[in-house]
T-cell receptor, first 115, second 114 residues
């Protein structure tokens, strides 16, 4: 068990470009979450998957954002036509369905800077 | 609606001194409560959690927290702070809905001076 892995750790992109982030959860965890953390704020929920099904999306997740979890393993978060307001830390977390109240396991995050 | 308030944006303590970080929550039922710690540029690490039962819960790294329903609080404490405790601390409440998402406070930044 190597924990939750996120790639890349840092991404700098120009406004208007598309970016994609990857998250590899703990292998036996069937729930996967994406959160966004802006400077000086706590993480905010974006979306969550149970296996391959995306079961909930926050209103923060505009139509420029799309997340997938093919085969219920790793997940990708894509942001199209990035804006400066998208600059944030994007955190992935996973948990087993039965043990969600033991707390998620978070990855180290991907820091996105849009210039 | 669920929410978490951490009234202290930043706290400075001397190494060896005691620490208390405040957290107040708003939730319509018995909450699931958590404290996480985040070092610069890193993800969040779970310190401790409360579901039910004993209102004083012990966590990792010598931290403890006390749930007080009457005050809607879940304050984090440590009797003697170490320099390595300098970090950002987040309180969170878990929602008992389908997604079991967490609602986080805005965090308290802890500085430890020698």
């Amino acid at each position: 068990d190597t924990g939750v892995s996120q790639d890349p750790r840092h991404k700098i992109t120009k406004r208007g470009q598309n970016v994609t982030f990857r998250c590899d959860p703990i292998s036996e965890h069937n729930r996967l979450y994406w959160y966004r953390q802006t400077l000086g704020q706590g993480p905010e929920f974006l979306t969550y998957f149970q296996n391959e099904a995306q079961l909930e999306k926050s209103r923060l997740l505009s139509d420029r954002f799309s997340a997938e979890r093919p085969k219920g393993s790793f997940s990708t978060l894509e942001i199209q036509r990035t804006e400066q307001g998208d600059s944030a830390m994007y955190l992935c977390a996973s948990s087993p369905r039965e043990g969600v109240w033991n707390g998620y396991t978070f990855g180290s995050g991907t820091r996105l800077t849009v210039v | 609606a669920q929410s978490v308030t951490q009234p202290d944006i930043h706290i400075t303590v001397s190494e060896g001194a005691s620490l208390e970080l405040r957290c107040n929550y708003s939730y319509g039922a018995t909450p699931y409560l958590f404290w996480y710690v985040q070092s610069p540029g890193q993800g969040l690490q779970l310190l401790l959690k409360y579901f039910s039962g004993d209102t004083l819960v012990q966590g990792i790294k010598g931290f403890e927290a006390e749930f007080k329903r009457s005050q809607s609080s879940f304050n984090l404490r440590k009797p003697s702070v170490h320099w390595s405790d300098a970090a950002e601390y987040f309180c969170a409440v878990g929602a008992r809905n389908t997604g079991n998402q967490f609602y986080f406070g805005t965090g308290t930044s802890l500085t430890v001076i020698p």
